[in-house]
């Protein structure tokens, strides 16, 4: 089975400044999905990026963007920029590209603080 | 906005009774997942449905029954509720039409067992 590991439950940035929050993912198939999802106070499961694994170009989207290491099974999300709309807990999760159920596997999540 | 809706938001009730959780969406799509979150454990996945009548368990099954009458409808019972199911539980939705498949989320039920 797959699993997810977020080594950091709580981290913290200065707002304006950069940060990377770790992700890695434990599986023996070689096609498969990564997510970000944000949870802001609202409670709401928020989309923030995704990646292929059959990319070798790590996704963007504005000022998110990951960095995806295939062999060392690592998927960190790197925040420039940081905004206090981005205080939020972050979930990284997995998805597998072969089956029919689409089901995530998530890990345990980080709690970042944007400090103003 | 992937058309979700989750009612009742909010419910608490009491050890023992039956409770129905209601997934409804506008979309047409073919998964609808139910999943519940617990500090310290991110969000586990408790069942899926793959089309009407064709549902799955997920890792956390035990205490709970799905069933998905029509493809905008997903409903998650509790048949006698215990306070290990105090939980916050949200549906998810996925499907062909979607890039990548991604899963998009309700807004989230929060339910107490005293």
């Known amino acids: 089975a797959q699993t997810v590991t977020q080594s950091q439950p709580e981290m913290s940035v200065q707002e304006a400044e950069t940060v990377t929050l770790s992700c890695t993912y434990d599986?023996?198939?070689?096609?498969?999905?990564l997510f970000w999802y944000k949870q802001p106070p609202s409670r709401q499961m928020i989309l923030v990026i995704r990646?292929?694994?059959?990319?070798?170009q790590n996704a963007t989207e504005n000022r998110f963007s990951v960095n995806f290491q295939k062999a060392a099974k690592s998927f960190s999300l790197k925040i420039s920029d940081s905004q206090l709309g981005d205080a939020a807990m972050y979930f990284c999760a997995y998805r597998s590209g072969g089956g029919s159920n689409y089901k995530l596997t998530f890990g345990k999540g980080t709690l970042l603080t944007v400090n103003p | 906005d992937a058309g979700i809706t989750q009612s009742p938001r909010h419910k608490v009730t009491e050890t023992g009774t039956p409770v129905t959780l209601r997934c409804h969406q506008t979309e047409n799509h073919r998964y609808m997942y139910w999943y519940r979150q617990d500090p310290g454990h991110g969000l586990r996945l408790i069942h899926y449905?793959?089309?009407?009548?064709?549902?799955d368990k997920g890792e956390v099954s035990d205490g709970y029954s799905v069933s998905r009458s029509k493809t905008e409808d997903f409903l998650l019972t509790l048949e006698s509720a215990t306070s290990s199911q105090t939980s916050v539980y949200f549906c998810?939705?996925?499907?062909?039409?979607?890039?990548?498949?991604?899963?998009?989320f309700g807004p989230g039920t929060r339910l107490t067992v005293l």
């Open positions: 998810a939705i996925s499907g062909r039409a979607i890039p990548g498949d991604t899963q998009y």
């Open positions: 449905s793959y089309g009407v009548k064709d549902t």
């Open positions: 599986t023996s198939e070689s096609d498969y999905y």
């Open positions: 990646q292929e694994a059959y990319k070798q």
